[in-house]
């Protein structure tokens, strides 16, 4: 993400550190948002999610307003 952001990408051999920053936002110092969310995913998406259970590894949103007033 930094990279789309015209950043310099973090330098791998610098161990946990990398870890460590990637969670914070380099402009604020702040912590970023950690959790994946999804407005509205299409019916097969959504089956596919539940079947495999991966879709408590995600926030939901019924739709694209909700989601933004998520936030």
Known sequence: MRILHGERPDDLESGWDVLHHLGHDAATGDEMQRE?????PPPAVARVLQRT????????HEGRDAAIAAF
């Open 36 to 40: 994946v969310q999804l407005a509205a």
């Open 53 to 60: 259970g991966m879709d408590r590894l995600f926030v939901i």
